[in-house]
């Protein structure tokens, strides 16, 4: 439910993310409504929520540790994981 199709897609989520939070606080003294109009594209990023954000990055990385992969990318909103077939 809160995870990207890859960790590398999440991880550019998060740099976004950090990336405009840092942007807005910097451009705050200049303009103000700049670093308003910032803050949403942050929350854009996450997808909403940092907290899902962080939770989705949890569940990948414990998932791909149990060497579980994405069948089919998350297209309805939930997305579908699968053991690997063990050899």
């Given at each position: 439910?809160?995870?990207?199709?890859?960790?590398?897609?999440?991880?550019?989520?998060?740099?976004i993310?950090?990336?405009?939070?840092?942007?807005?606080?910097?451009?705050?003294?200049a303009?103000?409504?700049?670093?308003?109009?910032?803050?949403?594209?942050a929350?854009?990023?996450?997808?909403?929520?940092?907290?899902?954000?962080?939770?989705?990055?949890?569940?990948?990385?414990?998932?791909?540790?149990?060497?579980?992969?994405?069948?089919?990318?998350?297209?309805?909103?939930?997305?579908?994981?699968?053991?690997?077939?063990?050899?």
């Open positions: 439910m809160f995870m990207s199709r890859s960790l590398v897609e999440h991880f550019a989520r998060g740099a993310c950090l990336a405009a939070l840092v942007a807005s606080v910097l451009v705050a003294r303009s103000l409504w700049l670093s308003m109009a910032l803050l949403p594209v929350l854009v990023a996450v997808g909403g929520c940092p907290m899902c954000w962080t939770l989705g990055l949890i569940q990948m990385v414990s998932a791909r540790a149990r060497g579980e992969h994405l069948e089919e990318p998350c297209d309805d909103g939930g997305c579908a994981w699968a053991p690997q077939s063990r050899r």
